[in-house]
């Protein structure tokens, strides 16, 4: 079974963006392409400010890297862990 991935943003203005036809930004065009080829992802919004931890917390970190110039470090999911492993290694094990 496919696991569907749901993404939630307090920024509607983004998510605005993803929708848009009429877009300038590289980063904005590659993240649409992205959500193209993997159907899985459903992007979806939130209100800021209410009392949603994972939400707070980001907001936190985000606060706290903007103030004091200090990079917040997040552990990457275990999903983009395999991948990356799985592209390394699969070349390699072709090869011999």
């Known amino acids: 079974m496919i696991e569907k991935i749901n993404i939630w943003s307090n920024r509607e ?17 590659e993240a649409q392409m992205t ?25 936190t970190l985000a606060k706290e890297s903007t103030r004091d110039g200090i990079p917040a470090s997040l552990p990457f999911p275990k999903c983009y862990l395999k991948n ?8 390699l094990w072709q090869a011999e």
């Open 35 to 59: 959500l193209l080829e993997n159907t899985r992802i459903r992007l979806c919004w939130v209100k800021a400010h209410i009392g949603i931890q994972d939400n707070e917390i980001e907001d």
């Open 84 to 91: 990356q492993l799985l592209q390394l290694s699969l070349p």
């Open 13 to 29: 203005s983004r998510l605005q963006a993803l929708k848009s036809f009429y877009v300038k930004s590289k980063i904005i065009q």
